[in-house]
């Protein structure tokens, strides 16, 4: 269930077609885009709403909670553990160079951001089974944790 979120509105707007995209989020414009088709699947539309919702999460979080997630993450890759909690992180890291998580260069900055939302989608969307969820079940345990530690204790979350 999605926790409480605080902020300015935030517009949705349902497209008829998006192309080969599910979504598109404008943080400064606040609006989000679905395509038409998250609507036909059962669980499509919260899961990717969910997602999109959380970008805006990301952008108001500290840098040492950021770098705390990106801890996780560099755990995860340390240990060589495979998979993810969704397409839009799984391709971003199947693409990592050696360097990027060293380095934090844009495209592990992109890959952060885009793991932790589609966690966030995957703790808070309701969807318990889903193709894209390859992760397996002990890292998917690490991240649900960090998220209760981040989040459990607040009355709402800042978007």
Known sequence: MLPALDGKPIRV?????????????????????????????????????????FHFVWV??????????????????RRRIRGELGWSAEWRKKSLGVKSRRIRDPRWRRYACESFCDTAAWIFAGLRWHDEYT????????????FARHFAAAQSIRI
């Open 60 to 77: 108001r979080l500290s840098n040492p909670v950021r770098r705390d997630w990106e801890h996780v993450l560099g755990s995860e890759i």
């Open 135 to 146: 992760l397996p079940r002990g890292a998917r345990l690490i991240r649900r944790r960090w």
């Open 13 to 53: 707007v349902v497209k008829q077609s998006l192309g080969s995209y599910h979504a598109s989020t404008s943080i400064p414009r606040r609006v989000i885009l679905l395509d038409a088709g998250v609507l036909a699947l059962r669980g499509e539309f919260e899961r990717i709403l969910t997602h999109e919702l």
